[in-house]
């Protein structure tokens, strides 16, 4: 495949595609990997997103690796000129709609090393460190955490036992491959070149 020459990516999925960029030889000269707690503040996301896409104004094909993460995440793919992912978020382009919808419905909140990294610092942001307040809304609405584990990822079971910890939910392992990931990523390339 010739070079895209540009992506904007949640860095959630930061390892997983440099991976699948290096294993199918795509050139992502200039990939821009955003943070993954940006989630958490959707004006920040937004201002971001858009800045990072610079407006369409590159004129390059651009991929935008972000599922439905913000409202108005479609109309900022195309005033940046850009194809977004076709997934819902970043855990169903791991597990596939009718997984990511089994265990959504179960009760589960889906964790990845990048997020539980990031959790003390999300869980400040949104809920001032409290951990009555984290354990309450985590309990309200959910059963469990459900760590994601792909081939590429670090150990990051202290991280996750520091959630589990102060949301009160049990944690649940769940290695995925990069299949899934792998086809929508090259697909969403292809569009992005204007090849159908």
Same mark, same amino acid.
């Given at each position: 495949?010739?070079?895209?020459?540009?992506?904007?990516?949640?860095?959630? $999925?930061?390892?997983? @595609?440099?991976?699948? =960029?290096?294993? !199918?030889?795509?050139?992502?000269?200039?990939?821009?990997?955003?943070?993954?707690?940006?989630?958490?503040?959707?004006?920040?996301?937004?201002?971001? +997103?858009?800045?990072?896409?610079?407006?369409?104004?590159?004129?390059?094909?651009?991929?935008?690796?972000?599922?439905?993460?913000?409202?108005? @995440?479609?109309?900022?793919?195309?005033?940046?000129?850009? +194809?977004?992912?076709?997934?819902?978020?970043? +855990?169903? #382009?791991? $597990?596939?709609?009718?997984?990511?919808?089994?265990?959504?419905?179960?009760?589960?909140?889906?964790?990845?090393?990048?997020? =539980?990294?990031?959790?003390?610092?999300?869980?400040?942001? !949104?809920?001032?460190?409290?951990?009555?307040? @984290?354990?309450?809304?985590?309990?309200?609405?959910?059963?469990?955490?459900?760590?994601?584990?792909?081939? +590429?990822?670090?150990?990051? =079971? =202290? #991280? #996750?036992?520091?959630?589990?910890?102060?949301?009160?939910?049990? @944690?649940?392992?769940?290695?995925?491959?990069?299949?899934?990931?792998?086809?929508?990523?090259?697909?969403?390339?292809?569009?992005?070149?204007?090849?159908?």
């Amino acid at each position: 495949m010739d070079t895209v020459a540009r992506m904007v990516a949640c860095g959630v $999925l930061r390892r997983e @595609i440099e991976y699948l =960029a290096a294993k !199918n030889g795509w050139r992502l000269d200039d990939a821009r990997f955003l943070d993954a707690s940006l989630h958490a503040d959707l004006g920040a996301l937004e201002t971001a +997103v858009t800045g990072a896409l610079g407006g369409g104004t590159t004129g390059e094909p651009t991929l935008l690796v972000y599922g439905d993460c913000h409202p108005h @995440i479609d109309r900022f793919a195309d005033r940046g000129g850009a +194809v977004r992912l076709a997934a819902e978020n970043c +855990v169903e #382009a791991l $597990l596939g709609p009718d997984r990511y919808r089994e265990e959504a419905r179960a009760g589960a909140y889906f964790l990845l090393e990048a997020w =539980a990294d990031g959790w003390d610092e999300a869980m400040a942001h !949104n809920f001032g460190g409290n951990e009555e307040v @984290i354990r309450e809304v985590f309990q309200d609405r959910g059963r469990y955490l459900l760590c994601l584990r792909t081939p +590429v990822s670090g150990d990051y =079971a =202290a #991280a #996750a036992e520091n959630a589990s910890r102060q949301t009160g939910l049990p @944690i649940r392992w769940l290695d995925v491959g990069l299949d899934r990931l792998e086809r929508l990523l090259a697909d969403g390339l292809l569009r992005a070149q204007g090849t159908p």
